[in-house]
Structures are given as structure tokens and as C-alpha cells.
């Protein structure tokens, strides 16, 4: 089993920034991938952006590519990510998880395990 602690969130101005990290416990690996989701109000949780275990790759959902920033420490099990330009439609509960690769599609797959998440809220 694997836990998660997300921090960073908060409530912003739209135009802002937020910087939040994660850090998983528990049974995780070395090589493993580590990415984040969100979850706004009333809408299912939505894939956000992932990095491999090394910090070299990465690959972002589409319209989260240019403003959000993914980053891990390599070996560890911390990851952050950078959100600039924040929207009130960024407004959502953001959460990491982690699991082995491809990055191509990590985002679908089943995770068993979730954290609390950190509540992002961006006004207008």
C-alpha cells in the first residue's frame, strides 16, 4: 500500500501561481513513474501531467502543457508541480499517485490507492 501526502494548494487570483508537492510512502519503487490529477466540483478526476522516475520525461495533458511544470526528486518519491497562469477553471482538488510506466498512457491506468489531494481554488 502506498500513501500520498499532497500540500501546496490554496486560493489564488486568477493569473497567479501555485507550487504543490507530494510525497508517497509506503510501497513504492525507484523506477517509478509519479504524476498528478485533479478533480473539480462535480466532474470525474482528470489526468494532469506524469514524470519518469529518472525526471527526464514527462508528458502533460494538453491544456495543462505551457502553464504546469512537473518535477520529482530523481530516485525519490517527492513530486511537485508548478502551475503558473492559473484559471478558475483550475479550480479542483489536485492529487498525486504513482506507478511503473510508459508515460504514454500511465494516466488510464487503475491506481488502488488515492491521498486526501489539496484543494485549489483560483478566483476570477
Known amino acids: 500500500q502506498v500513501q500520498f501526502v499532497e500540500s501546496g494548494g490554496g486560493l489564488v487570483q486568477a493569473g497567479g501561481f501555485l507550487r504543490l508537492s507530494c510525497q508517497a510512502t509506503?510501497?513504492?519503487?525507484?523506477?517509478?513513474?509519479m504524476g498528478w490529477f485533479r478533480q473539480a466540483p462535480g466532474k470525474e478526476r482528470e489526468f494532469v501531467a506524469c514524470i519518469s522516475w529518472n525526471g527526464r520525461n514527462t508528458n502533460y495533458a494538453a491544456s495543462m502543457k505551457g502553464r504546469f511544470t512537473i518535477s520529482r526528486d530523481s530516485y525519490g518519491n517527492t513530486a511537485y508541480l508548478q502551475m503558473n497562469e492559473l484559471k478558475p477553471q483550475d479550480t479542483a482538488v489536485y492529487y498525486c499517485n504513482t506507478a511503473l510506466g510508459p508515460l504514454v498512457g500511465w494516466g488510464d491506468r487503475h491506481f488502488p490507492s488515492w491521498g486526501q489531494g489539496t484543494q485549489v481554488t483560483v478566483s476570477a
Open positions: 509506503g510501497r513504492t519503487f525507484s523506477d517509478n513513474v
